[in-house]
């Protein structure tokens, strides 16, 4: 009966694992993809931890630096807030 079972559940997560993983097709819709489908940019709003302490003005300057041309490629107006973990 164990030896069935087990059979049984492997099947089963062989399955998920294949359903998961199976190629799947999109289309394009509204909030997805960086764009919408008239052209406008996406507005995006991404919370950071500080890096280091009583330095969330230069952390903000460096990853808005480091992600401008990342939003500028994918269409995106991107927004980037630095907030402590504790305060989420």
Do not use: F, H
Not at 15 to 42: D, F, M, R, Y
Not at 55 to 75: S, V
Request: one cysteine or more; glycine letters at 10%; proline letters at 6%.
């Amino acid at each position: 009966m164990k030896k069935l079972r087990s059979i049984l559940l492997s099947i089963a997560m062989v399955t998920l694992l294949l359903t998961g993983c199976g190629k799947t097709e999109t289309t394009a819709s509204s909030g997805t993809g960086g764009s919408t489908p008239t052209g406008e940019k996406t507005d995006m709003l991404l919370w950071l931890p500080p890096y280091a302490t009583g330095g969330e003005a230069l952390d903000q300057e460096w990853w808005t630096e480091t992600l401008a041309p990342w939003a500028e490629e994918n269409n995106v107006n991107l927004t980037i807030e630095i907030t402590p973990l504790g305060q989420l």
